[in-house]
């Protein structure tokens, strides 16, 4: 009888740990990916180059802005890449929390990597 009770609670925050595990990994993974991105701007690299990085390690679902050095650049200035990604949890633990007003922010994963111009 208590097991049927204690189950489903400890099941839940088994697949929790899970998927906030899995989401933490897939923003690591993109903190990453514009990190590679903006390396790629301020070495004078061009907008699809730049796409071309970050999605070669994030995947192809990223959406990526970005500012690129050119080469009349000051030395001051600063190359910026921003992707999105979204985030499809494997298990139902999002889709609850959801009913407990949290925002759309776990369903999708931000990160912005900004490198001073070479010159």
Do not use: H, W
């Amino acid at each position: 009888m208590e097991a049927a009770i204690v189950l489903p609670l400890i099941l839940l925050v088994l697949f929790g740990i899970i998927d906030f595990g899995r989401a933490l990994q897939q923003q690591a993974l993109l903190t990453v990916a514009v990190r590679e991105g903006a390396r790629t701007a301020a070495l004078n690299g061009t907008t699809a180059s730049i796409q071309t990085k970050v999605q070669s390690v994030a995947g192809t679902d990223a959406v990526v802005t970005s500012t690129v050095c050119t080469g009349g650049s000051s030395t001051t200035a600063d190359a910026s890449v921003t992707a999105t990604q979204p985030f499809t949890a494997l298990t139902p633990v999002f889709a609850l929390m959801q009913y407990y007003g949290t925002t759309s922010s776990l369903t999708t994963l931000k990160a912005t990597g900004v490198m001073a111009c070479t010159g």
